[in-house]
């Protein structure tokens, strides 16, 4: 297994990634994949700039030979010049604890530091403990913050944090 960034060509990858994530953990997300299924192709086109563009976010991958085992966004926070955010964070059920998570975070947590950040945060869904789980062994604290999930709102997220 092996983890590299998205490539601006790969909108196609980008969409195929992001409705299989949506569809496998459709209350993982705030998006479902009924919306984002009928999302137009420039929509991709233009999300894959944004997290390929030299020295701005970026979207990592995990990989096994052509497949694409998981990934995760390392995005900047728009109200915080120091702070990161780990953001669409989804790994394929069958390379689940297997340490595909841990190493889609060790990429973003390397993102932020060459950009000089301070913190990466996160929203985790507190009915995955396994996630928490994941977020608590790479160093995420919970903040304290929660709020429910726009696509479902019985269930929850939880703030995380954690210090670079």
């Given amino acids: 297994m092996y983890v590299r960034r998205l490539a601006p060509d790969e909108a196609d990858v980008h969409r195929d990634l992001r409705l299989?994530?949506?569809?496998?953990a459709p209350d993982s997300f705030g998006a479902t994949f009924a919306d984002a299924v009928r999302l137009p192709t420039a929509y991709w086109?233009?999300?894959t700039r944004s997290v390929t563009e030299?020295?701005?976010?970026?979207m990592v991958l995990a990989c096994q030979g052509e497949d694409v085992l998981g990934s995760a966004y390392g995005?900047?926070?728009r109200e915080h010049a120091d702070t990161g955010r780990v953001g669409g964070m989804w790994v394929e059920p069958s390379w689940r604890q297997r340490g595909v998570g841990h190493a889609l975070l060790q990429e973003v947590f390397s993102w932020a530091r060459q950009r000089g950040l301070k913190h990466l945060g996160l929203w985790a869904p507190a009915h995955r403990p396994a996630a928490?789980?994941?977020y608590s062994h790479a160093g995420f604290r919970e903040?304290?913050?929660r709020r429910q999930l726009l696509t479902n709102p019985s269930l929850w997220i939880v703030a995380m944090e954690a210090e670079l």
């Fill in 45 to 47: 086109e233009e999300l």
């Fill in 54 to 58: 030299p020295g701005g976010q970026v």
């Fill in 75 to 77: 995005l900047l926070d």
């Fill in 132 to 134: 928490l789980s994941l």
């Fill in 20 to 24: 299989r994530a949506l569809r496998d």
């Fill in 143 to 145: 903040t304290g913050e």
